[in-house]
Nanobody, 117 residues
Framework: QVQRVESGGGLVQPGGSLRLSCVAS????????MGWYRQAPGKQRELVAS???????NYADSVKGRFTISGDVAKNTVYLQMNSLKPADTAVYYC???????????WGQGTQVTVSS
């Protein structure tokens, strides 16, 4: 089964930057995309950014212009460069993988991002 290891989270001041990394392994068939989700306390998990095996990217409106997703889907690696961070970005960030059936319904441990002065 697919497993994901996220890293790079931490405590940062508003306006600061962080770079998250994820490596996936296990049984991944016909991978089509990787992406980053986040979940803040009391909020639903939301898709922040995604990248397809062809390199196409997509971003949530709340992070567009501030976050950049990159990586090598074929090698099951993905990154999230987060700039101009705001307190509203505080959440646990998770990466995920997709095949032709859609996003995996299992999750890794995630990495905590806290934006506070």
């Amino acid at each position: 089964q697919v497993q994901r290891v996220e890293s790079g989270g931490g405590l940062v001041q508003p306006g600061g930057s962080l770079r998250l990394s994820c490596v996936a392994s296990g049984s991944i068939f016909s991978i089509t995309a990787m992406g980053w989700y986040r979940q803040a306390p009391g909020k639903q998990r939301e898709l922040v950014a995604s990248i397809t095996s062809g390199g196409s990217t997509n971003y949530a409106d709340s992070v567009k212009g501030r976050f950049t997703i990159s990586g090598d889907v074929a090698k099951n690696t993905v990154y999230l460069q987060m700039n101009s961070l705001k307190p509203a970005d505080t959440a646990v960030y998770y990466c995920n993988v997709a095949d032709f059936g859609g996003w995996s319904v299992s999750w890794g441990q995630g990495t905590q991002v806290t934006v506070s002065s």
